[in-house]
C-alpha cells in the first residue's frame, strides 16, 4: 500500500503542471521540510505581533519592532551576497536554519517563564534580522540548484512562494487560537521545533560541489562587479525599483494589521489570525495560479496589473470597517501581491548570469526584505499620527502610481529581454 501511495503521488506530480519541479527529488526533501518549518515561522510572526502589541498598545513599536527584524537585510544583504557566489548556498542555508532555531527557542523561553521585556524582543529581532541577511540570498539562489531541469525554476520560485503562503494561511489561524487560550509562548516553542524538519531535509539533500572561480576578486571588487551588472541591466533595474516601492510602501498593510483588528474592526487576536490567514489563502492561489503557466512569457503583464491592482486593494481596505469584507479585501491583497512579487522573483532569476546569482539575489533580497523594515517604522509612524486608515489610502495610491509607471516602461524592456528569451528557448529568432 505504502508503495502504491507513492507511485501514485509521483503519477500526480509528472502529470500536473502546477508540481512539475517536485519531479527533483532535492527539491521534493527542501519542499516537504520548508512546507513544515514555514508554519512555525508564521506561528512566530503573529505572536510576536500580538506581544508586541498586548504588552505595549503602540502602534508605533510594532512597526519599530518589524524594522529591527529585517534592517540587517538591508545592510548585510550585498556582502552576503558575494558569501554567496564564494561558498555553498546549501552550507550556509544549513547553518541559518540552525541559527533560527536557537532564536526561536530563547524567545519561547523568556515568554513562557514571563519575563520577557521589550528590549528582549528588540535584541532578538535584530538577531533573527542578522540570520536573515544570510539565509535570504542562499535561498533564493539555491532553489536553481535544487531542480533537475532549469526550465522548472519558474514553477520552482511559484511553488516556492505557495509552500511560504500556504503556511500563511495555517499558522496565523493555529496562533490566533494558542493565543487566546495559552498565550504567546507555546507559538515560538513550536516554530523552534518546526525547524528540525528542514534542518533534517537539508542533511538528505545532496547537490555537486560547485566549481570555484580561481579568478575571484577581492570582496570590494566582486561587491562593485554585482552592483554594476545589477543596476547596469535595464530589466533588473526596473524589476527591483518597482519591488522596492511594494515592499516599502505596500507590504507594511501587513505590520499595522494586529492594530487594525483591534480598533478599526473592535476584535481580537481571533480576528488578527483570520485577517492573515486570508492574506495567506489569496496569497497561496496567486502562487500556485503562477506555477500553473508553463512559461515566462507574460510575466510582465501580470506585474503591471498586479502591482496596480494591490494599490487598489489597499486602497479599498482603509475605507471598510467591515470584518467579513475586510477578509475578502486582504484576500485580494494577498493575490496580488504575491502574483507582483514571485513574478519578479521569476523574471531576475531568468534574466541573471548564473556567477553573478548570488549578488543580483542579494540585491533582490535588499529591494523586498530590506525596504521592508524601513516601510514598517513608516507606517507605524504614520499610522500613529494620522490614523491606520489614512495611512492604508496613501500606500494604497502609491503603489498604484508605481504599477502605473512600470506599465509605462514596459515596452521598452523589450529589446534587452528578447535576446535573453531566445538564447534560452523560450521564444524563437
Known amino acids: 500500500m505504502g508503495n502504491g501511495i507513492r507511485y501514485g503521488f509521483k503519477y500526480i506530480i509528472k502529470s500536473s503542471r502546477i508540481f512539475s519541479s517536485l519531479e527533483s527529488k532535492n527539491y521534493r526533501l527542501y519542499f516537504t521540510g520548508q512546507s513544515i518549518s514555514l508554519i512555525g515561522s508564521w506561528m512566530q510572526s503573529i505572536a510576536m505581533s500580538w506581544l508586541v502589541y498586548r504588552l505595549t498598545g503602540s502602534k508605533f513599536l510594532l512597526g519599530f519592532i518589524g524594522f529591527t527584524s529585517q534592517i540587517p537585510s538591508f545592510i548585510l544583504s550585498p556582502f552576503a551576497g558575494v558569501i554567496t557566489d564564494r561558498f555553498s548556498r546549501h552550507r550556509i542555508m544549513l547553518w541559518t536554519q540552525i541559527l533560527f532555531m536557537v532564536q526561536a527557542l530563547l524567545l519561547s523561553f523568556l515568554v513562557l517563564f514571563n519575563v520577557i521585556q521589550i528590549w528582549h524582543i528588540v535584541a532578538?529581532?535584530?538577531?533573527?534580522g542578522f540570520i536573515t541577511a544570510f539565509d535570504s540570498p542562499a535561498r533564493q539562489s539555491l532553489v536553481i540548484d535544487l531542480i533537475d531541469k532549469p526550465e522548472n525554476l519558474g514553477n520552482a520560485i511559484a511553488l516556492n512562494s505557495a509552500m511560504f503562503n500556504g503556511a500563511r494561511f495555517f499558522g496565523p489561524a493555529i496562533a490566533g487560537m494558542l493565543i487566546i487560550f495559552i498565550k504567546e509562548g507555546p507559538c515560538f516553542l513550536v516554530n523552534a521545533l518546526s525547524y528540525i524538519a528542514v534542518i533534517m531535509a537539508l542533511q538528505k539533500i545532496k547537490i555537486p560541489p560547485r566549481v570555484k572561480n580561481e579568478t575571484a576578486n577581492n570582496i570590494k571588487e566582486e561587491l562593485t562587479e554585482g552592483f554594476k551588472y545589477t543596476f547596469g541591466f535595464k530589466p533588473i533595474q526596473v524589476l527591483l525599483i518597482l519591488l522596492s516601492f511594494l515592499s516599502l510602501v505596500g507590504l507594511p498593510f501587513?505590520?499595522?494589521?494586529?492594530?487594525?483588528?483591534?480598533?478599526?474592526?473592535?476584535?481580537?487576536?481571533n480576528t488578527y489570525g483570520f485577517l492573515m490567514s486570508a492574506t495567506g489563502l489569496g496569497a497561496f492561489l496567486g502562487a500556485i495560479y503562477l506555477a500553473s503557466r508553463k512559461t515566462v512569457i507574460g510575466l510582465g503583464k501580470i506585474i503591471a496589473f498586479s502591482s496596480v491592482s494591490f494599490g487598489v486593494s489597499l486602497l479599498c481596505l482603509s475605507l471598510i470597517s467591515n470584518p467579513l469584507i475586510s477578509m475578502f479585501i486582504v484576500f485580494l491583497s494577498g493575490f496580488f501581491m504575491i502574483t507582483a512579487i514571485?513574478?519578479?522573483?521569476?523574471?531576475?532569476?531568468?534574466?541573471?548570469?548564473?556567477?553573478?546569482?548570488?549578488?543580483?539575489m542579494s540585491f533582490y533580497a535588499m529591494a523586498l526584505m530590506g525596504m521592508?523594515?524601513?516601510?514598517?517604522?513608516l507606517a507605524g509612524s504614520f499610522a500613529s499620527g494620522i490614523g491606520i486608515s489614512n495611512t492604508l489610502l496613501y500606500s494604497g495610491i502609491i503603489i498604484m502610481l508605481a504599477g502605473g509607471w512600470f506599465t509605462m516602461v514596459r515596452p521598452s524592456l523589450r529589446k534587452y529581454t528578447h535576446p535573453i528569451y531566445v538564447r534560452k528557448g523560450f521564444v524563437q529568432e
Open 254 to 269: 501587513a505590520i499595522l494589521m494586529p492594530a487594525f483588528a483591534g480598533e478599526v474592526l473592535k476584535g481580537d487576536s
Open 372 to 377: 521592508n523594515p524601513i516601510g514598517n517604522f
Open 124 to 128: 532578538l529581532s535584530l538577531f533573527f
Open 342 to 360: 514571485a513574478s519578479i522573483n521569476t523574471l531576475v532569476q531568468t534574466l541573471t548570469e548564473e556567477d553573478k546569482r548570488g549578488r543580483v
